[in-house]
Every structure is written in C-alpha cells, then in structure tokens.
C-alpha cells in the first residue's frame, strides 16, 4: 500500500469521527476503562514490587534466621510446634562453630508486649534481646541516636532502640531519644530509632524494639523460649555457602542422624515472596477479568459503531468502488477508523490514570498512609503496552466491518437508500 492510500484513508477516518463525536466517544468508552484497568493493576503492581525490593535491600538480602519455626509456612503446624526449642546454649554453639560468615547473634523474642509512655500504651509490639552486633547487620541499622553498646550488652543496661512505627505512634513530635519508656514495668532509656525497613503490606517490621540480651533475659527469663541466630553471611554472594555451614554445623548440634529431617528452618527474606505473589494473583484476577469485561464491551461497542457507519456510507462506498477504489483501500479506512477510536480511548485512559496516580501519590497519601508505596507518575512502559493493546483491540474491533463493507457490490452499494 502506498504512502499517500494510508494518508488518505486516515484523513478520511478522521473525518468520519469527528462528524459523530458523542457516538465515538461512547463506542471508545469500552476501551477506555478496560485500559484504565490495565494501566492501574501495572501501577499498583510496580509500586508494591519497588516497595517489597526495598524493604528487602534493607532487611538484608544476605541475611538469614535460624528459628525453630518456618516464616513462609507451608508444614505442618503441629509437626513444627512439636520441635524441640533452640536453646541459648544451642545458639551460642552454632555462633562460634560458623566460620564463612561475617556476623551471627543470638536474638530472643516476645510477641504481642507493650510499651508505656506517660498516658500512651502501645500495644502489640515485639520485644526482641540481642547482642551489640546485631546494630552491624541491615536490621539493626539506626535513623537516629545509636545501637547499644558492648558495655551495655555485658552489664544489661536498660537502654532501648525502638521501631519506626512505635517511634511514629508513641513520639509523634520527634523528641524520643533520651525518653524513658515502660516494658512489663520496666523503665528503659530511649538510645536509638531504627531506620523504617516495612512497607504496607509488612510493617510488622518496624513494629519491634531491640534491648540487650541480658537486660530480656532479666526481665522475661532464660528457659522455656525458642532463641533465633541472625547470621549475615557478608555478601550475597556467599550466602549459599553460609547456608549450608549454617545447616550442617546445626544439625550437628542438634544431633540430627543422616536423612533425618531439619527440626529447625533457616528464614531469609525471600520467604515473603509467597506472601507477595499471593497479593499480586489477587490483583492480577480481578485486573484481567475487568480488563476482560471492558474489552469485550469496547469491541461490541466499536463493532456496532463501524456496522453503524458503513452503512450510513454506503453509496458512498459503491461510488468510490465504481470510480477505481480497491477492496485494500476500503478495508484500511474502516481498520483505520476503529484503531483510532480504539487509541482514543487509550489516550483518555492516559490521562485519567496519570490524574489518579499524582493525586493518590501527592494528596490521598496524607489521609490513607497505606498507600505510600505508589509513585506519582505512571511507569512509561505501562504507557506503551496500553498503546499497543489499544491498537490490536481496534484492529480486530474493525476487522469484520472492513471485510464487509470491501466485499459491497458497486451497484447494489449505489442503489442503497
């Protein structure tokens, strides 16, 4: 096809559409929201996997715990609740026995505590006891103040490193260092605020408060507790080596014979991503199957609108057949015409989800922190995927039309009122 039939057929395209603005604009309406649909489920999705990788990077992606129980779950309850606990004794074995790592610590914990501040309880907090060098690992890493020191590791002083999110809640005014605050009636000096590591969907994370090893076990006791090892194996590099040093040294220590099964699980970070491709199945379904819905509509509504208007035009087409116009010319205007409507409605949706995004991102964000993960702008290659969907959908939207309006007869086609 030569360049000046594709210009024509899209002149008179355009012309077509402009002649009948409310009924293009209604037959792209389809489109528009199955694009919008598109668009939106990608921004969402994009914005929750930058968010995840960045809690992730600093969590630690060369970071494990060695817990009695598995973070991803997936085993049986009542086979890992019948492990045998990993005693502190157990703990400081495997910390000395590692050699191709660059940091292990013993961390004990208490789920569901609370901390006092004047007339604020927060509740539902994790009190965690480790060592001084945990402040050397990703999770220890501090926004203000300091980690504890050795000295006050070795004589259990009653110092504190809070979470973002118990800093957030209990010192709104910023003012948390050098404040005392109350756990199981204990008062502890405010020393640091760990840097924010959650996201959304796992601010748990930052939900935790980190005291001495020695100071915990004063105040909640030594026995009858599962402890955990943080190993930072140096690098990701290493981390399959440190892995299975970490595995075979505990094994040892837990007496485990040949073939017999782990009694204990080695978590890494990774073991959100089941939780995280959960949440991204969630959106993925109910995305595609509106997406689905909208299409199908769009194509019912830009088919009936090209049946519509070829046979408004057709003695207007028997003419142009019976002056010399080829069935290749006809089809391209009617394609054309239903790709434009089609990429109409994709630059529509274009701007409606740029509004919604920079809206979400800028303003909504101050009332509904949840969803803080999402950026203001829309990810380009969102756009241009849209951009391409919105072509083929018009394509095939107007594929049948074409066919039919090229095969008119001429002299049936002149003769048609």
């Not at 809690?55 to 086979?79: E, L, N, Q, R, T």
């Not at 440190?242 to 595995?247: D, L, W």
């Not at 491709?277 to 509509?297: D, N, P, Q, Y």
């Amino acid at each position: 096809m030569k360049l000046f039939e594709i210009r024509e057929a899209f002149g008179q395209a355009a012309e077509s559409i402009m002649a009948n603005r409310s009924r293009s604009f209604l037959a792209s309406l389809g489109v528009i929201i199955g694009i919008t649909f598109v668009i939106l489920m990608g921004w969402v999705l994009s914005g929750l996997d930058s968010a995840m990788e960045d809690s992730f990077k600093i969590m630690g992606v060369d970071v494990m715990y060695v817990d009695k129980h598995d973070w991803a779950g997936g085993k049986s309850w009542k086979d890992v609740r019948n492990r045998p606990n990993i005693t502190l004794e157990q703990a400081n074995k495997l910390i000395k026995s590692l050699k191709d790592i660059e940091i292990a610590v013993p961390v004990a914990r208490i789920w569901g505590s609370q901390v006092k501040y004047e007339n604020t309880t927060y509740q539902g907090i994790t009190v965690q006891g480790t060592t001084y060098d945990f402040g050397l690992t990703p999770g220890g890493s501090i926004e203000y103040g300091r980690f504890f020191s050795q000295n006050e590791d070795e004589y259990a002083s009653d110092v504190i490193c809070i979470g973002w999110k118990v800093y957030q809640t209990i010192f709104p005014k910023g003012d948390a260092l050098g404040k005392q605050i109350k756990i199981n009636g204990q008062k502890f000096t405010v020393i640091g605020v760990i840097t924010q590591q959650g996201t959304t969907f796992f601010d748990f994370i930052d939900n935790i408060c980190y005291i001495p090893l020695k100071s915990f076990l004063k105040l909640y006791g030594k026995y009858n507790r599962s402890y955990s090892i943080a190993v930072k194996a140096g690098g990701i590099q290493n981390l399959d080596n440190a892995r299975a040093e970490v595995e075979g040294n505990m094994r040892i220590i837990r007496n485990l014979k040949p073939g017999q099964q782990n009694d204990f699980s080695i978590n890494e970070t990774k073991a959100f991503e089941e939780q995280v491709a959960t949440i991204r199945l969630v959106v993925w379904s109910v995305g595609i199957g509106m997406t689905l819905l909208s299409f199908l509509v769009g194509i019912i509504g830009i088919v009936n609108v090209m049946f519509v208007s070829i046979f408004e035009r057709t003695k207007e087409i028997g003419i142009r057949k019976a002056l010399g116009a080829k069935k290749r010319i006809i089809l391209m205007q009617i394609i054309m015409e239903s790709t434009i409507l089609s990429f109409f409605g994709a630059v529509i949706s274009f701007i409606l989800t740029s509004l919604i995004a920079y809206l979400t991102a800028t303003f909504v964000v101050s009332f509904v922190p949840q969803v803080s993960f999402l950026a203001p702008l829309i990810p380009f290659d969102l756009l241009l995927i849209a951009s391409i969907i919105s072509i083929v959908v018009g394509i095939f939207a107007g594929l049948i039309p074409a066919i039919r309006a090229s095969n008119f007869e001429p002299v049936i086609a002149i003769r048609y009122e």
